[in-house]
């Protein structure tokens, strides 16, 4: 990932941390937490130092992914992230209930954004994978603004409907100059556990085809598979909770390619 030196120094948060790695989709339910929660631990497993940032504040995903529910700390007027299985964490949902809508307006999203982004003691990390919400909006904005974007990893199923969107992303991407590092197919296919057989239950190889459209890389597939989604929801995700599984090995492969 290429560092974009012209926005740092815009906060001594900021400064400690090398790249900026946004996971982003055009629509919701693509996978893209999973995603980003795998591809965190892939790069942690690769000898990074890695925090993740749950930047869906409408809809935050990471405390349940992770595994975490206990309240941040504060040490020295800053948040200290939540570990787990070596990822800084830090989302909305450690700091409101879970059970209570968030109705706020763009300006305190972008407001409460800031602070995950900057009141949160990083401390120095090789790579913040930032876990976008899905769309352009004001999130988005934000963080394209005031962070010194490295790279955009954009997920997609292989579906038209996703890719549709998607495409919105990267154009989004490419509008505020962020480096697109690529697009990924997720639930791109499934393996039979029973007989072995592969099925392309929402279709195949769509993501390939637009990454090959829009001149951006295409960095691999991900498979609809079980223990992805049972060790996700459990808060044991796949790459931490069973490195040595051929589930884990997608996403290493993966990280290796972002990093
Ligand atoms: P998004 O962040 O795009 O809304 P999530 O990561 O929350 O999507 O995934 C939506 C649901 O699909 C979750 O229950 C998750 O466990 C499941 N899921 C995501 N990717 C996979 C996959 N490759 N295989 C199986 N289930 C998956």
Redesign the pocket.
């Known amino acids: 990932a290429p560092a974009q030196p012209q926005k740092r120094g815009m906060s001594a948060t900021l400064d400690k941390i090398r790249f900026i790695i946004v996971v982003a989709?055009g629509?919701?339910?693509?996978?893209?937490?999973?995603?980003?929660?795998n591809l965190a631990l892939g790069l942690a497993a690769q000898g990074w130092r890695v925090g993740l940032l749950d930047a869906?504040i409408y809809?935050p995903?990471a405390p349940r992914?992770f595994g975490l529910s206990e309240k941040p700390k504060v040490d020295n007027g800053k948040l200290v992230p939540p570990e787990s299985y070596g990822i800084k964490v830090m989302s909305m949902g450690f700091l409101v209930d879970e059970n209570t809508p968030m109705v706020w307006r763009g300006p305190m999203v972008a407001q409460a954004l800031t602070q995950l982004l900057n009141e949160v003691a990083w401390g120095e990390l090789d790579a913040l994978v930032v876990?976008m919400p899905?769309g352009t909006g004001d999130v988005q904005l934000t963080m394209a603004q005031q962070t010194p974007i490295a790279g955009a990893v954009i997920?997609s199923t292989p579906q038209d409907l996703a890719l549709i969107d998607a495409r919105r992303a990267v154009a989004m991407f490419q509008k505020v100059e962020a480096p697109i590092l690529g697009i990924i197919e997720?639930?791109s296919y499934f393996l039979c556990p029973h007989c072995g057989g592969r099925s392309e239950i929402f279709s195949h190889g769509g993501a390939r085809h637009d990454a090959e459209k829009l001149g951006v890389p295409f960095l691999g597939e991900?498979?609809?598979?079980?223990k992805?989604?049972?060790t996700?929801?459990a808060g044991r995700p796949v790459v931490g909770a069973e490195p040595d599984s051929p589930q884990a090995a997608v996403y290493l492969n993966l990280a290796a390619k972002v990093k």
């Open positions: 989709s629509k919701g339910g693509v996978g893209k937490s999973t995603t980003s929660a869906d809809g995903s992914l876990d899905p997920v997720n639930m991900a498979p609809l598979d079980m992805i989604r049972e996700s929801d």
